[in-house]
């Protein structure tokens, strides 16, 4: 069975500096890596994904996260964050199937 | 376009009711996912339907029903609703199955059970 383990429940982070938030994923098969996004009383947005290819994945905001398949880790970073970045930020794996596991969420927390 | 919509936004039951809740996929989107997110956690996934038939399930008791319409319209049923079923249940479309098809969320439908 596949899990998701994001240790960071919050990360509170001056305006400008860079972060990381954590993931990794414990799964016996190849796996799917997701980062969403959920800002305050919204949806999930689809942040990036590692499919297959280069393991270092990059969104049109800034983020980047880098598939490291050793280390069973999936981590999303920002050189520089801004106010709009503070959100709830998910991680998530799938086998390829119907069913993605989420893991419970980091908290971004981004001081002026 | 518009996106994934969602009905109701709130709503309060009472303990062995049965609720409905419904969700409209994004126009062209024929996949529409279901998931349970209890305050303070992660999305769980409970179903996934696509060509209106069920593609998977989740661990969730027998409590717990959906269907998809001709429309690709989706309702989920939960009877005999316990405390522990309080939650923001998401809806989520994608024009196909599989992991290739990015998933878009609705804003959800909050549930309270008392």
């Known amino acids: 069975a596949q899990s998701v383990t994001q240790l960071d429940s919050q990360v509170p982070v001056f305006e400008e500096a860079p972060v990381e938030l954590r993931c990794n994923y414990s799964?016996?098969?190849?796996?799917?890596l997701f980062w969403y996004v959920q800002y305050p009383n919204q949806g999930l947005q689809l942040l990036l994904k590692y499919l297959s290819g280069s393991t270092l994945v990059e969104s049109i905001n800034g983020f980047e996260a880098e598939f490291n398949k050793s280390q069973t880790s999936f981590h999303l970073r920002k050189p520089s964050v801004h106010i709009s970045d503070t959100a709830e930020y998910f991680c998530?794996?799938?086998?390829?199937?119907?069913?993605?596991?989420f893991g419970t969420g980091t908290r971004l927390k981004v001081l002026a | 376009d518009a996106g994934v919509t969602q009905s109701p936004t709130h709503l309060i039951k009472t303990r062995g009711q049965h609720v409905t809740l419904r969700c409209s996929p994004i126009s062209g989107h024929k996949s529409v996912s279901w998931y349970q997110q209890v305050l303070g956690q992660g999305p769980q996934f409970i179903f996934q339907y696509y060509e209106k038939e069920e593609r998977g399930r989740g661990n969730f008791p027998d409590r717990f029903s959906a269907r998809q319409f001709p429309n690709y319209s989706s309702e989920l049923n939960v009877n005999a609703l316990l405390l522990g079923d309080s939650a923001l249940y998401l809806c989520?479309?994608?024009?196909?199955?599989?992991?290739?098809?990015?998933?878009?969320f609705g804003p959800g439908t909050r549930l309270t059970v008392t």
């Open positions: 998530a794996v799938s086998t390829g199937t119907y069913k993605y596991i």
């Open positions: 799964s016996s098969v190849s796996v799917y």
């Open positions: 989520a479309s994608s024009p196909g199955a599989g992991v290739a098809y990015e998933q878009y």
